[in-house]
């Protein structure tokens, strides 16, 4: 059977073609388990190649980077894959949200390591290792070592975490055996073996069970009594904490010891027994290779054969040598990473356009394609925000980049998570449990939020799912129903359960939901939704007459709390932003406005137009403070914010923002005003409706307007290309 695992660490000749097969394979059960991001599979398969095949070549570590908004598989994703490399507890995991700033690699610098050994490490939530505010400025206490790191694999062995605190190596507790050993007066250590008599046994026993617990720190001579015979060995007594202590020789000095709480928790994780023969284990003595590797410090060819020739005074020795120079050391250990592979993973969110648009109304297919539009510069973009260039440089050129998930992904991961439900159902309680489609349609509606990915899926199943089919168990007890199927269907805010035995229908009960997103999108055709349908009218028909392209949604009734309504224009994407077009951003920023009060009148206007505003406020201030787009050329946006120019250009460039304003409100309302008729109409449908499809739109457009929906274009020209050929052409014949 191909062993991974082994090809990787070298234990064998690697096979090129065998390892290629076995990551095809991964491919395959990669993109049966994670739906929607194939792409990214085959891009994160091809990436990790060079670290597989041609280790060691490399100098540094391999680093591959994954961006991506929450929720799109990141993480989990390379937990799988390290699974099926069986790499998984050859891997450390460092999070950016459990960040300790003054040693930012502490867990990965206290770890396991040896020479032949490649670790994997993995950089979560990395967006939080950043070292600069909102505000760009740079945090003054700023760590570089996770830099350095990245850039060569090297660390300082942090030697004080896990043995001080945690022991993870056995140091101070192969002491406090060697202490009782002596106590005992046990002279059976042989070979790394000692034997343990039922009275030593019963001592440890009443020891472990009768006295409080001690640090070998807080044994001083001071608190025992003065014996004359203590070179002999006899038990003395601590007045402070009754703890019996005695008095013993170690070496060619006098030392106290005794008994410690829990020892034979100590023997046991590092010695093997028989219940009377107890030998130290592999592990200590691996741990302890590594270690002494790691700090130069020469044992012979094998350490263990070295340790198995000392006597039980030569070993009390060599161990206090260790504590002296490891656990009391200030000399540092460097572990080399150089040939391993990082990966780190972060949330990039603000790469991504209306990342933070929380509407599940939003259409999963077009945020899709806008995602799909980020790249590598957006994501680079996105990170100097928070990192400087060199950091940036140092995550080097491999960035797998995750769009957001479409409609058919996310209908595909509901079948997924409800399809293997069903299979545990089946395995554990031995019956068959069906979900009618009506159920996929309520969980697409309850759970899917464009911007936030899988996880409020498995959350609303979990929430509208499970626990309901506790209680579908439940009432089959109290009603002794006998069944072989639960079919479960949705059907006016409750789940419909049928009860089935051999075919047939045996009983059938109800379970009330709380439906927490979808009942928010219930036609209302109330006043509000009907200034809404105005409202977004005037958008919609802005969207139409200025750019010549349909919108891409319009609602009158949404579930986000923030808005009753919104039109999707997908001009937010448009790539060249010139004068005449940001006039035109401008007008449909204001169009909904504009239609309020060309249908209502001016007083009875509505705070519905506040982001707007925000929005067309937002295009002026910077067409005069940085895009040098009108009579400014100055960047306003750098000077000194208590500079007295700043202060005059500021508010001129106030005045004049609100006067352009008033002029570009009166525009579109004269163009709205001109297909008045199609404003109501479309008002008149969105006012009654929820929504309107492409379909129903075009009807609408077609028989109360004189728009030409043939001419309605779905690509954007911006006629630079043209004007350019045609200057050309002018300049040959001159």
């Given at each position: 059977m191909f062993d991974i695992k082994k090809q990787i660490k070298g234990?064998?000749?690697?096979?090129?073609?065998?390892?290629?097969?076995?990551?095809?394979?991964?491919?395959?059960i990669l993109k049966k388990e994670f739906i929607g991001i194939d792409e990214q599979i085959d891009m994160w398969i091809e990436s990790i190649k060079p670290?597989?095949?041609?280790?060691?070549?490399?100098?540094?570590?391999?680093?591959?980077?994954?961006?991506?908004?929450?929720?799109?598989?990141?993480?989990?994703?390379?937990?799988?894959?390290?699974?099926?490399?069986?790499?998984?507890?050859?891997?450390?995991?460092?999070?950016?949200?459990?960040?300790?700033?003054?040693?930012?690699?502490?867990?990965?610098?206290?770890?396991?390591?040896?020479?032949?050994?490649?670790?994997?490490?993995?950089?979560?939530?990395?967006?939080?290792?950043?070292?600069k505010s909102s505000d760009g400025e740079e945090y003054e206490k700023y760590n570089s070592t996770l830099w350095d790191f990245i850039d060569n694999g090297l660390c300082d062995y942090e030697n004080s975490y896990y043995i001080n605190a945690e022991d993870k190596f056995g140091i101070y507790a192969l002491g406090r055996i060697i202490d009782t050993l002596l106590y005992l007066e046990n002279n059976t250590f042989n070979k790394l073996?000692?034997?343990?008599?039922?009275?030593?046994?019963?001592?440890?026993?009443?020891?472990?069970?009768?006295?409080?617990?001690?640090?070998?720190?807080?044994?001083?001579?001071?608190?025992?009594?003065?014996?004359?015979?203590?070179?002999?060995?006899?038990?003395?007594?601590?007045?402070?904490?009754?703890?019996?202590?005695?008095?013993?020789?170690k070496g060619d000095k006098y030392d106290t010891v005794h008994i410690y709480q829990h020892i034979m928790k100590d023997i046991?994780?590092?010695?093997?027994?028989?219940?009377?023969?107890?030998?130290?284990?592999?592990?200590?003595?691996?741990?302890?290779?590594?270690?002494?590797d790691?700090?130069?410090?020469?044992?012979?060819?094998?350490?263990?054969?070295?340790?198995?020739?000392?006597?039980f005074n030569e070993f009390i020795e060599f161990s206090e040598l260790i504590t002296e120079n490891l656990v009391n050391s200030n000399k540092k250990a460097t572990l080399d990473y150089s040939k391993s592979i990082i990966f780190v993973l972060g949330n990039v969110d603000e790469a991504y356009g209306i990342h933070d648009d929380m509407n599940p109304d939003i259409s999963a297919d077009e945020f899709y394609k806008i995602s799909k539009k980020v790249n590598i510069v957006n994501i680079k973009e996105a990170l100097i925000k928070r990192f400087r260039i060199e950091h940036i440089a140092r995550l080097g050129n491999t960035h797998i980049i995750y769009p957001s998930l479409t409609s058919k992904a996310y209908k595909e991961i509901i079948v997924k998570q409800l399809n293997d439900y069903s299979i545990f159902i089946k395995e554990n309680y031995k019956f068959t449990l069906k979900f009618?489609?009506?159920?996929?349609?309520?969980?697409?509606?309850?759970?899917?939020?464009?911007?936030?990915?899988?996880?409020?899926?498995?959350?609303?199943?979990?929430?509208?799912?499970?626990?309901?089919?506790?209680?579908?168990?439940?009432?089959?007890?109290?009603?002794?129903?006998?069944?072989?199927?639960?079919?479960?269907?949705?059907?006016?805010?409750?789940?419909?359960?049928?009860?089935?035995?051999?075919?047939?229908?045996?009983?059938?009960?109800?379970?009330?939901?709380?439906?927490?997103?979808?009942?928010?999108?219930?036609?209302?055709?109330?006043?509000?939704?009907?200034?809404?349908?105005?409202?977004?009218?005037?958008?919609?028909?802005?969207?139409?007459?200025?750019f010549n392209k349909l919108p891409l949604q319009v609602r009158s009734i949404t579930a986000d709390s923030d808005s009753n309504g919104f039109t999707w224009t997908g001009v937010e994407d448009v790539d060249i932003l010139n004068k005449n077009i940001l006039l035109d951003k401008i007008k449909l920023c204001l169009a909904g406005r504009a239609?309020?009060?060309?249908?209502?009148?001016?007083?009875?206007?509505?705070?519905?137009?506040?982001?707007?505003?925000?929005?067309?406020?937002?295009?002026?201030?910077?067409?005069?403070?940085?895009?040098?787009?009108?009579?400014y050329l100055v960047k306003n946006n750098i000077l000194p914010k208590n500079n007295d120019v700043a202060k005059e250009?500021?508010?001129?460039?106030?005045?004049?923002?609100?006067?352009?304003?008033?002029?570009?409100?009166?525009?579109?309302?004269?163009?709205?005003?001109?297909?008045?008729?199609?404003?109501?109409?479309?008002?008149?449908?969105?006012?009654?409706?929820?929504?309107?499809n492409k379909k129903m739109l075009i009807k609408i457009i077609q028989n109360n307007s004189n728009i030409n929906i043939d001419k309605l274009i779905s690509i954007t020209n911006f006629g630079y290309r043209d004007k350019l050929k045609e200057e050309l052409e002018l300049l040959n014949k001159m």
């Open positions: 234990d064998f000749n690697f096979d090129l073609k065998i390892t290629q097969d076995f990551l095809e394979e991964i491919k395959i670290w597989l095949f041609f280790r060691d070549t490399l100098s540094k570590p391999l680093v591959v980077n994954g961006w991506g908004m929450t929720g799109c598989g990141k993480t989990k994703l390379i937990d799988r894959l390290l699974e099926l490399l069986s790499l998984k507890n050859n891997s450390y995991r460092l999070n950016g949200s459990e960040l300790n700033a003054e040693k930012p690699l502490r867990s990965l610098c206290s770890g396991h390591f040896t020479k032949n050994n490649f670790p994997v490490v993995i950089f979560d939530e990395f967006q939080n290792y950043k070292c073996s000692f034997t343990l008599t039922s009275e030593e046994l019963d001592i440890i026993k009443i020891t472990n069970n009768n006295e409080k617990e001690e640090d070998e720190d807080d044994i001083e001579d001071d608190d025992c009594e003065e014996d004359d015979d203590y070179p002999t060995g006899k038990v003395i007594v601590r007045p402070k904490q009754k703890t019996k202590v005695k008095i013993v020789k046991e994780t590092w010695f093997d027994n028989d219940g009377i023969t107890f030998t130290l284990k592999d592990k200590f003595i691996v741990g302890l290779t590594m270690l002494l790691l700090y130069e410090i020469k044992y012979g060819d094998s350490l263990k054969e070295s340790l198995l020739e000392l006597s009618d489609n009506t159920i996929h349609k309520i969980l697409y509606k309850e759970a899917v939020f464009p911007t936030l990915g899988v996880r409020n899926v498995t959350t609303t199943i979990n929430d509208m799912i499970k626990s309901n089919v506790a209680n579908s168990l439940l009432y089959t007890i109290d009603n002794d129903i006998q069944y072989d199927t639960i079919l479960y269907k949705y059907k006016n805010k409750n789940i419909h359960v049928d009860f089935i035995k051999n075919e047939k229908i045996v009983a059938h009960t109800t379970h009330k939901i709380n439906s927490r997103v979808d009942s928010l999108r219930q036609n209302k055709k109330d006043d509000q939704q009907a200034v809404t349908g105005i409202h977004e009218a005037g958008h919609a028909m802005a969207q139409i007459m200025l239609a309020e009060i060309i249908v209502f009148g001016e007083d009875k206007i509505t705070s519905g137009a506040s982001n707007d505003l925000s929005k067309a406020n937002d295009y002026l201030f910077k067409a005069y403070r940085e895009w040098g787009m009108r009579e250009i500021t508010e001129t460039i106030a005045d004049k923002v609100n006067r352009e304003l008033l002029f570009q409100m009166g525009e579109i309302k004269t163009i709205l005003s001109s297909q008045k008729k199609l404003l109501l109409k479309l008002g008149e449908y969105l006012a009654e409706h929820p929504s309107i």
